[in-house]
């Protein structure tokens, strides 16, 4: 049982470059987050999927994309690459998207550099 | 304000002492509530979460909730040099799927 999968690990892109990060779950959860957390900061919400074939902004959604593309997985993608973007990105999945049930289980992250 | 705001850091606590983590939150209608721990340069690891207000023990921790407050805290006793990480406290709020994590607390425990 692996849990959350994160693809690829590490990442560096030159700045205006595209790329998609990958998650898959095998937790059989309803929902999926991608997340982005800074040096010293707590996780900041990018987008998120309540349920399969829904998504929506989190609180920092700008220069991003994603894609529900089943209930397994959830991609996030950058389309052109600033060094702002510079970041750990984490997804997770929880059973449910609101009242019990919510709790989040993170994949390993990928670290993100945009020189 | 920011929507969680944590304790701010760092705390240092001897070994076997009891640590002390508290979070508010602004959004009264926050339903579900965790905390993390996150050892560094990896992710996040779900430790507790607390639902109803009043207390829930899960061995060494304690979660203690008060939504009339919009307070959130977690008790370790008899801290362990193993505990030394970045403790996350995270909400999930009236909107389905909207989560808010605080910046953390970085706690150390010395032998």
């Known amino acids: 049982n692996a849990g959350v999968t994160q693809t690829p690990k590490f990442q560096v892109l030159k700045t205006g470059q595209s790329m998609t990060l990958q998650c898959a779950q095998d937790m059989n959860h309803n929902s999926m987050y991608w997340y982005r957390q800074d040096p010293g900061m707590g996780l900041r919400l990018i987008y998120y999927s309540a349920s399969e074939g829904t998504t929506d902004k989190g609180e920092v959604p700008n220069g991003y994309n994603v894609s529900r593309l089943n209930k397994r997985e959830f991609s996030l993608r950058l389309e052109s690459a600033a060094p702002s973007q510079t970041s750990v990105y984490f997804c997770?999945?929880?059973?449910?998207?609101?009242?019990?049930?919510?709790?989040?289980?993170f994949g390993q992250g990928t670290r993100l550099t945009v020189v | 304000q920011k929507e969680v705001e944590q304790n701010s850091g760092p705390l240092s606590v001897p070994e076997g002492a009891i640590a002390s983590l508290n979070c508010t939150y602004s959004d009264r209608g926050s339903q579900s509530f965790f905390w993390y721990r996150q050892y560094s340069g990896k992710s996040p690891e779900l430790i507790m979460f607390?639902?109803?207000?009043g207390d829930k023990e899960d061995g060494r921790f304690t979660a203690q909730l008060n939504k009339a407050s919009q307070y959130v805290s977690l008790l370790i006793r008899d801290s362990q040099p193993s505990d030394s990480a970045t403790y996350l406290c995270a909400l999930w709020g009236t909107n389905a799927g909207k989560s808010t994590f605080g910046d953390g607390t970085t706690l150390t425990v010395k032998p």
């Open positions: 997770a999945s929880s059973p449910t998207s609101t009242g019990v049930n919510t709790e989040a289980f």
């Open positions: 607390i639902y109803s207000n």
